[in-house]
């Protein structure tokens, strides 16, 4: 059982579309951060939040991160091919120092 | 800032040969450092942890013997894949923590092919 559960696995919509994706866990985190990833490269930190209920936006992207800190969403409004992307949640515990990764959401932004 | 290097980026051995994988944060000092694996269009896995100085710690079923690591300074992790066999080509990541909220920076991948 992963300790955290993201969705959808699997994404395809055309360029212009919304879309969320989600993180959701029974443990508190500390933290929590998104990265997206490119094929045959490492993932680049896309947000860190921190607080509960915290909310960040980064052009098109907006990250929220839930009132008691176990789960969050990623929105993304008007996708673009250039959004396609392995995109990961990772989750800091409030004990060691170690992440705890999402199984990933593929998303495919088709033209 | 936070920019992590990673060489080489990919490598081609035969099988039995180790094969030695460095990993740097370049600006900045990195009080953690962490070894994944990743298989293609899947999560990264977790493989071990290390700081500076001291032994790395293994994730259960993580042989150390046949992954050794070794963390040099506070800029500076390397990974040696000991004996390598087929089974153990992969994509390798390393990442970087500075402790801010945890926040790891991760390095841009070596490529592992045994043949």
């Known amino acids: 059982t992963q300790l955290l559960e993201q969705s959808p696995q699997f994404l395809s919509i055309q360029e212009g579309e919304n879309l969320t994706v989600y993180c959701n866990s029974s443990?508190?985190?500390?933290?929590l951060q998104w990265y997206r990833q490119e094929p045959g490269e490492g993932p680049v930190l896309l947000v860190t939040?921190?607080?509960?209920?915290e909310v960040k936006k980064l052009k098109r992207l907006t990250f929220q991160f839930g009132d008691a800190r176990k789960d969050s969403s990623l929105h993304i409004t008007a996708a673009q091919t250039g959004d396609t992307g392995l995109y990961l949640c990772a989750g800091a515990l409030e004990y060691g120092n170690k992440l705890v990764f999402g199984a990933g959401t593929i998303l495919r932004v088709k033209s | 800032g936070a920019v992590v290097s990673q060489h080489p980026s990919w490598v081609i051995c035969k099988s039995g040969t180790s094969v030695k994988i460095e990993c740097r944060s370049l600006d900045f000092q990195a009080t953690t450092m962490f070894w994944y694996r990743q298989f293609p269009k899947q999560s990264l896995m977790l493989m071990a942890t290390?700081?500076?100085?001291?032994?790395?710690?293994?994730e259960q079923g993580v042989e150390k013997d046949k992954f050794l690591i070794n963390h040099a300074s506070l800029t500076l992790s390397t990974l040696t894949v000991t004996s390598a066999h087929p089974e153990d080509s992969s994509f390798y990541i390393c990442?970087?923590?500075?402790?801010?909220?945890?926040?790891?920076?991760f390095g841009p991948g070596t490529r592992l092919t045994v043949l």
């Open positions: 939040v921190v607080t509960g209920g």
């Open positions: 990442s970087a923590s500075r402790d801010t909220y945890n926040e790891q920076f």
């Open positions: 290390s700081n500076e100085g001291s032994k790395a710690t293994y």
């Open positions: 443990s508190v985190f500390s933290s």
